[in-house]
C-alpha cells in the first residue's frame, strides 16, 4: 500500500491548491477574482497558494490592466498539467488498491 503513496504530490494535498488546479486544468486561464469568488477564498489565502503553486513552476501568472483596473490572471503551466494528472492517477490507482 506504501506504494501507492510514491506519486501523490505534497504540493496538492492543500484542498485549495488542488481546487486551484482543478479550475485551471478545465479552463484555459482564471482570473483572481473568479478563483477567489469559486474557491469562496479571502485575497490573502488565495494570493499564498498561487505563490506557492507559481514557485513550484506549476501555475504562470499574468498581470496586466483592463482601463485603469490591474488584472491577475493564472494558467496552468505544461509542468503543472503533468504534475496534476499524474497526481490525480495516483489518487485513482490508490483507491483501486484498497
Given at each position: 500500500?506504501?506504494?501507492?503513496?510514491?506519486?501523490?504530490?505534497?504540493?496538492?494535498?492543500?484542498?485549495?491548491?488542488?481546487?486551484?488546479?482543478?479550475?485551471?486544468?478545465?479552463?484555459?486561464?482564471?482570473?483572481?477574482?473568479?478563483?477567489k469568488?469559486?474557491?469562496?477564498?479571502?485575497?490573502?489565502?488565495?494570493?499564498?497558494?498561487?505563490?506557492?503553486?507559481?514557485?513550484?513552476?506549476?501555475?504562470?501568472?499574468?498581470?496586466?490592466?483592463v482601463?485603469?483596473?490591474?488584472?491577475?490572471?493564472?494558467?496552468?503551466?505544461?509542468?503543472?498539467?503533468?504534475?496534476?494528472?499524474?497526481?490525480?492517477?495516483?489518487?485513482?490507482?490508490f483507491?483501486?488498491?484498497?
Amino acid at each position: 500500500m506504501i506504494e501507492a503513496f510514491q506519486n501523490i504530490n505534497k504540493a496538492f494535498e492543500s484542498k485549495v491548491r488542488l481546487g486551484i488546479m482543478a479550475v485551471l486544468m478545465v479552463n484555459e486561464d482564471a482570473d483572481f477574482n473568479t478563483l477567489k469568488e469559486l474557491l469562496s477564498l479571502t485575497d490573502g489565502n488565495l494570493a499564498s497558494h498561487t505563490k506557492a503553486l507559481e514557485e513550484l513552476g506549476y501555475i504562470a501568472c499574468r498581470k496586466s490592466f483592463v482601463g485603469r483596473k490591474p488584472k491577475t490572471s493564472f494558467e496552468a503551466t505544461q509542468e503543472g498539467k503533468k504534475a496534476f494528472k499524474a497526481h490525480i492517477e495516483a489518487l485513482e490507482n490508490f483507491l483501486k488498491s484498497t
